[in-house]
């Protein structure tokens, strides 16, 4: 006597138990492989052919805003070593020639360049002064601590 499963609304036969076997396997990676950009791009993975487009993306756009602003291209290349050179260089001559026919001046930068990934920001004197004042409070907060200790006889 043969079996019969009804599988969505289907009458399936139990007859052929390598058919549901290989039917419940191609579903199950059909599911997953369309499911990998999803996990890829929540856990932050990037393909390769994906992370070059992006950074030929914002190496032409740092290029020309390179040019724009009236920076030498090798400046350009070691403020922002991380973005390929050809790039960078496409941008820069894109916008220079756009420049040029269009008559448009330099645009004077009012920020100094951007810090490399990885490297220590310079403090601000604003910062300086807020890290100071910590200081003294932590300081002080201290020298409160040694008197209370000295009062009550400890130390």
Excluded at 36 to 43: E, G, I, R, S, T
Excluded at 54 to 64: D, N, Q, S, T, W
Excluded at 101 to 126: M, S
Excluded at 129 to 144: L, Q, Y
Aim: charged share 25%; proline share 6%.
């Amino acid at each position: 006597m043969k079996s019969v499963l009804n599988v969505t609304g289907f009458m399936v036969s139990d007859s052929a138990p390598g058919f549901h076997r290989a039917l419940l396997i191609s579903v199950s990676f059909s599911l997953i492989l369309s499911g990998c950009d999803a996990v890829q791009q929540k856990l932050g993975l990037e393909s390769v052919a994906a992370k070059t487009a992006r950074l030929e993306g914002e190496g032409k756009a740092v290029g020309g805003a390179c040019r724009q602003s009236g920076r030498a291209i090798e400046d350009c290349y070691s403020i922002y070593s991380w973005l390929p050179k050809a790039a960078i260089y496409e941008g820069w001559r894109d916008m220079d020639v756009y420049m040029r026919e269009n008559k448009l001046p330099t645009i004077e930068p009012q920020l100094p360049p951007p810090q490399p990934p990885g490297t220590k920001r310079k403090k601000t004197p604003a910062a300086d002064a807020v890290d100071k004042s910590v200081e003294a409070k932590e300081g002080a907060a201290k020298d409160n601590e040694a008197k209370s200790a000295d009062k009550h006889g400890g130390g």
